[in-house]
């Protein structure tokens, strides 16, 4: 039996999340502007084109992460 605890979680480009609201103004934004992937963490940088602020979100995961992100140079 495998308890969740030892399964990972995976995140796709599905997972990507869409019209978040800036942090300073509300409105929404399309996308990220850059995510970053970290030990059992995902970072996403936003970028206002409304207001012109930017601003950074974390999504902590209590189970490991398997990111598969593209490289970021050949």
Do not use: K
């Amino acid at each position: 039996m495998t308890t969740t605890s030892s399964m990972a979680v995976a995140a796709a480009i599905d997972d990507i999340p869409r019209q978040n609201p800036c942090a300073q103004c509300g409105a929404p934004i399309a996308e990220p502007d850059w995510i970053e992937p970290g030990d059992g963490r995902i970072t996403y940088l936003w970028t206002c084109h409304a207001c012109n602020y930017s601003f950074e979100a974390i999504a902590i995961f209590e189970e490991p992460v398997l990111v598969e992100a593209p490289p970021l140079a050949a």
